[in-house]
């Protein structure tokens, strides 16, 4: 159960390297990924490469690619029509031992990286338990977190935050 729940850390860390939370109004948000070196410490420090692996320009482009179409998919659990076609990019093979069998991405450096993060969420989606990565509610927050509740039905990152917020708003329009 625990691992299980390191990979949804791991994909809701790699969605929120676009912070969206909102600071003044209009905030668009804050980029993480402003260069292959970003992604290179992002894939490094969840073991994703290796660290004489190299991360390129194009590795990113994909990689805010990817980012991009799995957010939306968060969102509309049913169009994941382009998140398969830019899957399409990578090639994976399989690995028998006598113990297990075992997927693995042919790629080296940035684009294995990549695959990784796509077989994490392969996991993530066969265990079911896609549905407990979800985006905070709060338009101003957007925050993607990984849902421990036991219905997995919780729409804020931070009841303590952005739900009492939400509360207090409905709370004022009622009182108004
Ligand atoms: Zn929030």
Known sequence: ???????????????????????????????????????????????????????????????????????????????????????????????????????HPVHRNGKKGLAKLILLMYEIKRDDLWHRIRICSADDCQWVFVDHSRPGTGRWCSMKACGNRAKNRTFRKRNK
């Not at 049913?78 to 690995?95: H, K, P």
């Open 1 to 103: 159960m625990g691992d299980k729940y390191r990979n949804l850390e791991v994909i809701a860390g790699f969605l929120n390297t676009y912070d969206k939370r909102m600071r003044f109004e209009g905030d668009p948000g804050v980029e993480l990924l402003n260069g292959p070196e970003d992604l290179y410490s992002f894939l490094l420090e969840h073991n994703l490469i290796l660290e004489q692996e190299k991360v390129t320009e194009q590795d990113l482009e994909l990689a805010i690619k990817l980012r991009e179409e799995t957010r939306k998919t968060i969102k509309n659990p049913n169009e994941m029509d382009t998140l398969n076609e830019l899957i399409g990019n990578f090639t994976f093979t399989i690995y028998f031992s006598e113990e297990s069998e075992e997927i």
